[in-house]
């Protein structure tokens, strides 16, 4: 039962782990569909410009109408980018809310920082903190425990086994 009890506890610790993992694998795509829509945004407000421009150039004969017309493609095809981006976006802050629990009217917007803190782990001290902490060795050590068990059981009742049973019975249909 000790064993059963620190495993059950490892596993709760890596439990843990693992929704943490899971928080910043959303918090990223979050960001990330964040800085998506923002660049969206620029690019399209970069070719509206040029088609505006573009306008202006065509009406006084500067550019062809093939030009014109990439240009409004390109416009058009960043416009889409927007919405492709918009949508993202709500996708992943409807997944964040959900795994945060909270409500659908609750928008999100992340302020990332500046820099990032530069850190090392060395490899050693990782696998060595894997193995203390993993549940896996618990595990198998519980498996090797009662496999033992079954073994000295199954050692104790091997040989000559046999039961026995008796009755005497009356058949009750004389006086004696």
Do not use: W
């Not at 439990?15 to 899971?22: D, G, K, P, R, V």
């Not at 964040?34 to 306008?55: G, H, I, P, V, W």
């Not at 990782?126 to 050590?141: F, K, R």
């Amino acid at each position: 039962e000790p064993l059963r009890y620190r495993e059950a506890k490892k596993q709760y610790a890596e439990t843990l782990e693992l929704i943490s993992a899971t928080a910043c694998n959303h918090f990223f795509s979050l960001a990330s569909a964040q800085t998506e829509l923002e660049m969206a945004r620029q690019n399209f407000a970069s070719a509206d410009t040029l088609y505006s421009m573009a306008q202006g150039r065509y009406q006084i004969g500067t550019i062809t109408k093939n030009e014109m017309l990439q240009l409004e493609i390109n416009r058009l095809n960043e416009e889409t980018s927007v919405m492709d981006a918009d949508i993202n976006l709500r996708e992943v802050m409807q997944s964040v809310r959900s795994f945060l629990g909270l409500e659908q009217t609750v928008m999100l917007s992340l302020i990332m920082p500046d820099s990032v803190p530069q850190f090392e782990v060395p490899l050693q001290h990782a696998m060595e903190l894997a193995l203390q902490n993993s549940p896996d060795p618990d595990y198998y050590q519980l498996i090797r425990k009662e496999s033992e068990s079954y073994l000295a059981q199954a050692k104790a009742n091997r040989g000559f086994r046999a039961d026995l049973y008796m009755q005497f019975g009356l058949s009750q249909t004389g006086r004696d």
